[in-house]
């Protein structure tokens, strides 16, 4: 099998093996530069808290990052910028993504969920993805966004590439990002002579102190909205559902009790996360991390803190010394604290805080079974299109073939 599949298929063997070996691996990137891998829980907690290492790409090499190419207009977003910018925009974006916004949306989503449930049922098989997990997210991102209905096809058309890029057609998600840029410019300056009650029309309004956002800001925000809310979420209805298949003796206790939902959907992304590795960051000078040193202006990444082993609802870390048995989901009724994801120079930090509450699923409505070929036949939710896969076979595959040195 290639280590790349190997990995997407079974990624915590190959998190064991990692994290075993060294602490910080040197692997190569697609375009064979190198960068630095960084695979122990405390470690990793170092890296995202270290002001050192920076999310603004002008702190990378010239010539030794080419990542993800985008316009001026979408590249201003949130996962390129350090504090003070990123502090003044989320707290822009906080007085306009309130939790009123958020109650709008519960009813709409649970109808939406609703409808795809209802026409799973009609098919004797059906792609999960597909048929449910993607059209979830994108209806509901388009209602926060304020997407008129008659775009909302297109909208899908250009999302999809974007998500799930072909390697050997780079030019259709070069085309969709030209597509969705002239969308949101568009659609921004109708919200600006016509605003209506939405997310987008209300970030336009938004200002503090005399400060507003600028329009690069407006455009990489509902970018930014867009791909994060659905990637991740496509990827998270579709490893928790696999886990499922996987532990047949959890979903049938989610079955006998569905109030356990809520508490399931927050196990489910600490078991099986819709993200490999944290975003890419880049020292500003020399750093040390686990005894390495990772030079100034290379790419650093962080492998997303492993799954905690929680011991009477309180996290622990596995040990180094040993593999981690990784045991199968529950639904827990209690909230543990959490480490604060966004730690480091653009957030809190590093201080606990509490497990958001999740939103309550859809109710039960009638006895919904599962497609026949979905509970028969469960596939990977990381599908080989994935947007990881190109740099997967390109870093870390590589050293896994003993070809880079860790």
Not at 59 to 87: F, K, V
Request: charged share 25%.
């Amino acid at each position: 099998m290639d280590p790349a599949e190997g990995l997407l298929a079974d990624p915590y063997a190959v998190y064991d093996r990692l994290r075993d070996t060294a602490p910080v691996h040197r692997i190569a990137g697609t375009d064979g530069k190198p960068a630095w891998l960084v695979t122990r829980y405390d470690d990793v907690r170092e890296g995202l808290a270290n002001p050192l290492l920076s999310l603004d790409k002008k702190h990378a090499l010239p010539g030794n990052y080419r990542g993800l190419a985008l316009p001026p207009a979408l590249d201003a977003n949130l996962l390129n910028m350090d504090a003070p910018d990123h502090t003044r925009i989320r707290r822009l974006v906080g007085r306009a993504f309130t939790l009123r916004r958020v109650e709008q949306l519960r009813e709409p989503v649970r109808e939406t969920a609703h409808r795809l449930l209802d026409a799973l049922g009609t098919h004797g098989s059906t792609d999960l993805i597909a048929s449910y997990a993607a059209p979830l997210p994108i209806t509901v991102i388009c209602d926060l966004l304020g997407v008129p209905d008659e775009h909302r096809r297109d909208f899908r058309a250009w999302t999809d590439p974007l998500v799930t890029p072909d390697p050997a057609r780079p030019d259709v998600a070069r085309e969709s990002v030209v597509s969705l840029l002239g969308f949101f410019t568009g659609l921004l300056a109708d919200k600006r002579k016509n605003p209506a009650d939405d997310l987008l029309s209300d970030l336009i309004a938004v200002q503090e102190e005399g400060d507003r956002l600028t329009e690069d800001e407006l455009m990489s925000l509902a970018f930014l909205i867009l791909f994060a809310g659905y990637e991740n979420t496509v990827h998270l209805i579709g490893n928790a559902v696999l886990a499922l298949l996987r532990h047949p003796e959890q979903l049938a206790a989610l079955r006998e009790d569905p109030a356990r939902l809520p508490d399931a959907v927050g196990e489910f992304a600490r078991y099986e996360g819709p993200a490999l590795l944290a975003i890419r960051r880049f020292p500003v000078r020399d750093v040390t991390i686990g005894g390495v040193t990772v030079p100034a202006g290379r790419p650093c990444c962080c492998r997303c803190p492993p799954p905690t082993v929680t011991r009477a609802g309180s996290p622990t870390r596995p040990p180094r010394s040993r593999p981690r048995r990784r045991r199968p989901p529950r639904a827990r009724p209690r909230r543990p604290l959490l480490p604060g994801r966004a730690a480091g120079p653009a957030g809190d930090g590093g201080r606990p805080r509490r497990a958001p509450r999740t939103v309550p699923g859809p109710r039960p409505r009638g006895n919904r079974t599962a497609p026949t070929a979905l509970a028969a036949r469960p596939r990977p939710a990381r599908a080989s299109g994935d947007v990881l896969t190109p740099w997967l076979r390109g870093s870390v595959a590589p050293w896994l073939r003993g070809s880079v040195a860790p």
